[in-house]
Each structure stands twice: as C-alpha cells, then as structure tokens.
Nanobody, 120 residues
Framework: QVQLQESGPGLVKSSQTLSVTCTVSGGSITAGYYYWNWIRQPPGKGLEWVGSITYSDRTYYSPSLKSRTSISRDTIKNQFTLELTSVTPEDTAVYYC????????????WGQGTQVTVSS
C-alpha cells in the first residue's frame, strides 16, 4: 500500500519561499511509470494542479505558476519537494501530493494535505 505524507511550514510570510515535502512509503518514486504531483486547494475554491515530477526525474509545471515553481526529489529519502517563490496571500491553500499513472486517468493515491497560510 502506497502512502503519501505532506509536511510543510504552516505559515509563510509574503515574498518568501514556500517549501512542502511529500514523503512516500510503500513504493519507490523511481519505480514504475508514475507522475508524482502537487495539487493545491485555496479556501473556497477548487483543486489546482501545481506541477509534477516523473519517475525519470522530468518536471512539469502549471503555466500560471511556472515562473515561481520548482519540484525536486530525494531518491534516498523517497521524497519530492515543491518550492514556490515570491508567495502572496493568494498562495494560501491546502497542498496535496498525489500519484498518477503515466497513462493518465485518476490519481490513485493522495496525501492528507498540509495547510499553508501566507501572511501579508
């Protein structure tokens, strides 16, 4: 059983860099043909895909966030990390990590989410 667990700072000041990490257990992030994703949900809004890193270390980002987003991984710790620079209160959201097969379809495993609030 694959499990994903997000961890983050909880509170970030405007203009700073937000960093959240997803720790994966029950399966390697380099095994299989999977995209490892970051998805966020601002208060009162729907889910927004932020970006992903693949089993082969390729990265993809939302066009609207690309200039401020970086996703990296630590294969020893089996983790992947989202960094979002120059944050504003509009980046306040619950940040989720989730797995998606390369063939597409639905995300099959999700973390429980971590709340990140950006103060002005």
């Amino acid at each position: 059983q694959v499990q994903l667990q997000e961890s983050g700072p909880g509170l970030v000041k405007s203009s700073q860099t937000l960093s959240v990490t997803c720790t994966v257990s029950g399966g390697s992030i380099t095994a299989g043909y999977y995209y490892w994703n970051w998805i966020r949900q601002p208060p009162g809004k729907g889910l927004e895909w932020v970006g992903s890193i693949t089993y082969s270390d390729r990265t993809y980002y939302s066009p609207s966030l690309k200039s401020r987003t970086s996703i990296s991984r630590d294969t020893i710790k089996n983790q992947f990390t989202l960094e979002l620079t120059s944050v504003t209160p509009e980046d306040t959201a619950v940040y989720y990590c989730a797995r998606l097969g390369v063939g597409g379809g639905q995300y099959d495993y999700w973390g429980q989410g971590t709340q990140v609030t950006v103060s002005s």
